[in-house]
Structure formats: C-alpha cells, structure tokens
T-cell receptor, first 115, second 107 residues
Framework: ETGVTQSPTHLIKTRGQQVTLRCSSQSGHNTVSWYQQALGQGPQFIFQYYREEENGRGNFPPRFSGLQFPNYSSELNVNALELDDSALYLC??????????????FGPGTRLTVL | RKEVEQDPGPFNVPEGATVAFNCTYSNSASQSFFWYRQDCRKEPKLLMSVYSSGNEDGRFTAQLNRASQYISLLIRDSKLSDSATYLCVAHNNDMRFGAGTRLTVKP
C-alpha cells in the first residue's frame, strides 16, 4: 500500500449539489495532485497543491476547487455537480524535491456518482 | 486530439506470449515518460519510467523515441498476473495520461 488514503470510498449526489473529497498524503510528502478518471479513460489532471498553494491546474472549470492543509492533507471541492462529474477521483502524493519529476503515489480513489 | 494516444486494445493473449503497446504524445516539451499499471477498480501504480536510452526491468522493456514522440512497452513471456490496463504517461509540469490499453492474458 502507498500510505495515501482517501475518503469517502463511494459517494452518490444529485445534480446541483456540492461535494468535498478528502486525501491524506503519504508521510514525508508535501505535494498532492488530484485527477478525475471517467469510465474507460485515463486519469485527467485537475490541479496540484504544494505547500498549501495551487501549483498548476488542468482544464477544469472554477467550480472545481481545492485546499491543502499544513499537514499536507488536501480537499477537492466540486460545486454545482453535473452528471458528467461522475467518475473516480484520485489523489496522488509526492515529495517535491525540486527535480523535473517526483514519483506520485496514488490513493485508492473516491467513486462519485451524480444522479 | 488527445495529448497522449494509446492503442485502443483490448489485447487478449495466451500465457507466454510477447505483447507490445504503443503510445504517442503531442507535446514536444514533455520531459519524462512512464508506464503505469491499473488493475480493475484499483488505483494506478508506477510500472516503470522510460528514458531516452530505453530501459528494461525483467520481462518488461520500455523504449522512447523523442524524434517521433513515440513510447512503447514490450512484455515478454506474459503471465496471468499481467492482466491489467496499461497507461502511458507524458510529464511536463503535470502528468498527462493516455486512455489506457487493456491486456488479458489467458491460460
């Protein structure tokens, strides 16, 4: 196991509602990245947090927002849920050592269903 | 057009077969490349990094051709446990995943 945990494991919401997903990073890691994986697709990068600041964002609307806390855990918030938001949401933690790439370790994901 | 494209699959092969997956990426600024493995209903896990000189890890060989913006993964002597979806990744500031190719190894 990677040591990255996510909660909840499954969630069902209705269109228009808001949702908060949580991620605890692996011990010693200061960076958390969030991904959306629709059925049959690869993970799509949402954004990354490093030392409590957003450090890069993919092609997702502003209703996708996040936070990182001093202990490096993170939240993903999605407002005004749409049916197409139904997906597996993955977080990945890494240790930003300043190099070009730092291996990311994924959590088990939260499966969100929007009805 | 997606930034990372992979063979659509699925690949169904017998045990012991050799199978090759191909991947192309469109962002020439991509700096690092990887293959991830994802089992059904599980999270992706790093299989191997891909370097310009290519690299081998047991039965797995990865190649990178920067001029053609092409990455490959070769699996020799396939095992039942190799059954999974294989994701190609190009990294430049953030990770760009392909849609994945599903492999089923049959007895």
């Amino acid at each position: 196991e990677t040591g990255v945990t996510q909660s909840p494991t499954h969630l069902i919401k209705t269109r228009g509602q808001q949702v908060t997903l949580r991620c605890s990073s692996q011990s010693g890691h200061n960076t958390v990245s969030w991904y959306q994986q629709a059925l049959g697709q690869g993970p799509q990068f949402i954004f990354q947090y490093y030392r409590e600041e957003e450090n890069g964002r993919g092609n997702f609307p502003p209703r996708f927002s996040g936070l990182q806390f001093p202990n490096y855990s993170s939240e993903l918030n999605v407002n005004a849920l749409e049916l197409d938001d139904s997906a597996l949401y993955l977080c990945a933690s890494s240790s930003n050592s300043g190099g070009p790439y730092n291996e990311q370790f994924f959590g088990p994901g939260t499966r969100l269903t929007v009805l | 057009r997606k930034e990372v494209e992979q063979d659509p699959g699925p690949f169904n092969v017998p045990e012991g077969a050799t199978v090759a997956f191909n991947c192309t990426y469109s962002n020439s600024a991509s700096q690092s490349f990887f293959w991830y493995r994802q089992d059904c209903r599980k999270e992706p896990k790093l299989l191997m990094s891909v370097y310009s000189s290519g690299n081998e890890d047991g039965r797995f060989t990865a190649q990178l051709n920067r001029a053609s913006q092409y990455i490959s993964l070769l699996i020799r002597d396939s095992k039942l446990s190799d059954s999974a979806t294989y994701l190609c990744v190009a990294h430049n500031n953030d990770m760009r995943f392909g849609a994945g190719t599903r492999l089923t190894v049959k007895p």
